[in-house]
């Protein structure tokens, strides 16, 4: 995927997760798979993008993505809310149920 490609999804999807991990990051391997669980069951519609941050080093950059894992949500074309290193997906998931809701009712 493109830089381009990614910053037009970002505009037309309800929403998007970024999801940046690294080849030898071992929390972003292990939290990758709760993370699409917890998307899935309470987030369909928002688009699922899983990007290797050193092998996108542009699209990186573009995002200001300094560690792994960082995950960046957007709704409605902007970014929403942004965790990195420690990552509470609980908290993540509590902060995203309402507007979830608003833009998809």
């Known amino acids: 995927m493109t830089l381009e490609e990614l910053q037009n999804t970002i505009r037309t999807e309800v929403g998007v997760l970024l999801y940046f991990s690294g080849e030898h990051c071992n929390v972003c391997h292990a939290l990758r798979p709760k993370f699409k669980e917890v998307f899935d069951a309470n987030f369909p519609q928002l688009k699922q ?3 290797d941050a050193h092998e996108n080093a542009e699209i990186s950059a573009q995002f200001q993505v ?5 995950m960046i949500v957007f709704m409605d074309g902007r970014e929403f809310a942004r965790e ?3 990552v509470s997906l609980h908290q993540l998931t509590e902060k995203l149920k309402r507007p979830y809701g608003m833009m998809t009712e």
Request: proline fraction near 9%; glycine fraction near 10%.
């Open 84 to 86: 990195g290193r420690t």
């Open 66 to 70: 300094f560690s792994v894992p960082t």
């Open 49 to 51: 993008i899983y990007l």
